[in-house]
């Protein structure tokens, strides 16, 4: 791997050629001793780490499209850690916090912005609330302001924050550190470090089935041949179901598509990320001037990644009433992805029934955030075969415990 | 946009509408082991491909009914009341035109 510097960028930009390629096209193995199936955030992560921290040596990530196609590349980029449970507010502060130093880590400009996340309280239970919410952030050692309503004004001047407003701004609370991330620049970053340490990255290749004999999964059937495997770990997000159908056994999952919309460019106007709950809405403004909106799952499950139009007017509807000022922008894109959504909110990372397959899934609408986490946590449970402290409480065995974690702040939207 | 045929309303925008999951979820005796209730709450079909699911004309007459729908293309094949039995879904799709 050829290390970006700023004099090997500037010598490589001014001479226009010698750019070297990011990762190698490497030729598919017949056995693995780790193969991870999903070439998103998550998957790539933990081939990643797997490598880095647990030294183990053949492994490959098998993609049945290209790396970042699914959520990963499709998410609206927010990353926080202003979650209310200790066992989620521990797991995705130490994402945010290997977020904060993963560009040097990757030798990959990630663009971390930590421009701040607010969320907005319209109603005198919406601030109880978040006096609550911001003072358990804060018992656990995550940083999180309360305002009033003139300093959210002083932050976000575009809202309309006046008192005849149909959904009034009565305060909020920001969580300083939270901002947004390039989304593509992860995938990529991961998978040209990983691919530096020795694991194969396999694009177009589609997982079909498993050959499973007495003590798990022996080999994996795909569109390019069977591939043997020690262990097997499975991060396919909305189609985690399909992996669980091919061995036998059923996901607390619902596969639900999310939206996102992206804006004409515009000048600079929003320097932070919002949030109402109240109205479904979330709105930040990308480096190129794009508005980057989003807001909670549509109505009914589904595998289309078309999205629905009911949800598009509750956003868009969302947008303008908080910012009259942007109801003469154009929309110039639209998309979906199909999220993984499970009851409690709370991902599902660790055994799964068979016997040396893992599971990494149940992200739902707020997954990209855990990607340096969940990598670093799914890792140490597939390499060790047994969980990570952090995600020690996501195991699928805790839903027949009773012990959900009801993470009412995880997508921040009440869906 | 679905079109959803309200067995007492007629067709109606799905705006109108509740889906409230998969249906014919058979509830054990109350004496089941913990996994067994998990699995009756929690762990459900989610396919890609027909969905046999329950919906509500929530802001209409009110009415529950059973839906048979394609969750890639939307299409709804089949609709029955609440205390019909589980169509045979083995070819792949319930009934033989497309009503919505
Ligand atoms: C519109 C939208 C907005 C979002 N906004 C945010 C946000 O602001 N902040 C946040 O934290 N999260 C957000 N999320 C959620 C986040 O994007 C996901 O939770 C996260 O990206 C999941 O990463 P992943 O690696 O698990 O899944 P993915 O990136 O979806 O990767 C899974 C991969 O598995 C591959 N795959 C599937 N089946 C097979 C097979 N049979 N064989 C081989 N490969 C297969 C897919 O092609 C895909 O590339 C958003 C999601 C969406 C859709
Ligand atoms: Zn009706």
Redesign the interface.
Known sequence: MKKYSLLSLASTGFSKRNWPQAWGSRPLQDAYDVVIVGGGGHGLATAYYLRKNHGIRKVAVLEKGWIGGGNTGRNTTVVRSNYLFAESTQFYEHSVKLYEGLARELNYNIMFSQRGMLTLAHSRHDLDAQRRWANAMRLHGVDSDLLDRSQVSQLAPALDCSPQARLPVLGGFIQRRAGTVRHDAVAWGYARAADALGVDIIQNCEVTGFEVGADGVQALKTNRGTIKAGKVGLAVAG?S??MADMLGF??????YPLQAFVSEPLKPVLDTVVLSPASGLYVSQSDKGELVVGGGLD??????QRG???TVEQVLRGLVTLFPSFSRLRMMRQWAGIVDVV?DSTPVLGRSPVPNVYLNCGWGTGGFKAIPGGGWCFAHTIAKDEPHPLTAAFGLDR????ALIDETAASGIAH | ?LLLNCPHCGPRN??EF??G?ESHVIRPSLDCS??G???Y????????GV?L?RWRHTFGCGRWFNVA?D????NITAIYSMSEPRPDTSNGCVGAEVLS
Not at chain 1, 250 to 255: A, D, G, K
Not at chain 2, 41 to 48: G, Y
Not at chain 2, 71 to 74: F, G, N
């Open positions: 189609h179901t399909m059923r996901l607390p999952i619902t596969s109505l009914y499950a589904s595998y289309a629905n139009l009911a009851h839903f027949a415990r009773g | 946009m799905e705006t509740n889906c999951g913990d996994v209730w998990a699995n709450l929690f762990f459900h079909h989610n396919p890609k969905n699911e729908r969750t890639i293309s939307h």
